[in-house]
């Protein structure tokens, strides 16, 4: 059971695994969703102008996978968390479905991006809330300016969002706990070095991380059975 003093600030960093456990497919790696698409077509902002009917192929069968997706206990356990910690608490994921907003969680930090938003390629309007699908031969949305919309997500070769926020909530805490995440994609992947031997640095996952040595503490099984026992409320 993770003990919390009344001034400990928790950084929250979830991962793929977490979202897997909802049945949402990962993208990355050997058989992954990404791999058996056509290879990298899609991650990158090269692929959406060269095919953006293509890239937006990808991304409506992505947001039919993620709507389908329930958020396990592990998302419950960490909503909990947050409505005890209040602001002591920082969420940020890697993951751009939105189980956690759907557990309960109402402070998320999306740094790849959201599946269910969208915005311009070109100007600057905000993004936008977006869960409609475009399949062939659906027409590709254009934007009041010309632009044509694109899913909110982060490609490769694109600056993750929310880095100062995130980077000042790094400097900030006490207790640094990562979900779920492989400890090879950057900058996430490197966190953990830069809170160590200031903060107690915690991993929840069914494999060790590739930078398990980073970490004084590692629980190693499905996050929906770690977590509501490690963050169990004290009676
Ligand atoms: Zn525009």
């Given at each position: 059971?993770?003990?919390?003093?009344?001034?400990?600030?928790?950084?929250?960093?979830?991962?793929?695994?977490?979202?897997?456990?909802?049945?949402?497919?990962?993208?990355?790696?050997?058989?992954?969703?990404?791999?058996?698409?056509?290879?990298?077509?899609?991650?990158?902002?090269?692929?959406?102008?060269?095919?953006?009917?293509?890239?937006?192929?990808?991304?409506?069968?992505?947001?039919?996978?993620?709507?389908?997706?329930?958020?396990?206990?592990?998302?419950?356990?960490?909503?909990?968390?947050?409505?005890?910690?209040?602001?002591?608490?920082?969420?940020c994921t890697q993951n751009?479905?939105?189980?956690?907003?759907?557990?309960?969680?109402?402070?998320?930090?999306?740094?790849h991006g959201e599946l269910?938003?969208?915005?311009?390629?070109?100007?600057?309007?905000?993004?936008?809330?977006?869960?409609?699908?475009?399949?062939?031969?659906?027409?590709?949305?254009?934007?009041?300016?010309?632009?044509?919309?694109?899913?909110?997500?982060?490609?490769?070769?694109?600056?993750?969002?929310?880095?100062?926020?995130?980077?000042?909530?790094?400097?900030?805490?006490?207790?640094?706990?990562?979900?779920?995440?492989?400890?090879?994609?950057?900058?996430?992947?490197?966190?953990?070095?830069?809170?160590?031997?200031?903060?107690?640095?915690?991993?929840?996952?069914?494999?060790?991380?590739?930078?398990?040595?980073?970490?004084?503490?590692?629980?190693?099984?499905?996050?929906?059975?770690?977590?509501?026992?490690?963050?169990?409320?004290?009676?």
């Amino acid at each position: 059971m993770l003990r919390l003093s009344p001034a400990d600030r928790v950084f929250i960093l979830t991962g793929a695994g977490i979202s897997a456990e909802s049945g949402i497919p990962t993208f990355r790696g050997a058989g992954g969703l990404w791999r058996t698409y056509r290879g990298d077509e899609g991650g990158t902002h090269e692929a959406f102008r060269r095919d953006p009917a293509l890239v937006w192929e990808f991304y409506s069968m992505r947001r039919r996978a993620a709507s389908a997706a329930k958020p396990n206990p592990g998302h419950r356990a960490l909503a909990q968390l947050e409505a005890r910690l209040q602001d002591r608490l920082f969420l940020c994921t890697q993951n751009v479905d939105n189980l956690h907003e759907q557990a309960g969680s109402a402070r998320v930090v999306h740094m790849h991006g959201e599946l269910f938003k969208s915005r311009c390629d070109t100007c600057r309007l905000p993004p936008f809330d977006d869960a409609r699908t475009y399949d062939p031969p659906a027409e590709i949305p254009h934007c009041a300016c010309g632009g044509r919309i694109r899913p909110h997500i982060c490609w490769f070769g694109e600056v993750p969002f929310h880095l100062d926020e995130i980077f000042s909530a790094l400097d900030d805490c006490t207790v640094f706990l990562a979900i779920g995440t492989s400890g090879v994609v950057e900058p996430a992947a490197s966190f953990v070095a830069h809170v160590r031997g200031r903060a107690r640095t915690i991993y929840v996952g069914p494999e060790e991380p590739a930078n398990r040595s980073a970490f004084t503490e590692c629980h190693l099984g499905n996050a929906g059975e770690v977590l509501p026992e490690l963050l169990r409320i004290s009676p």
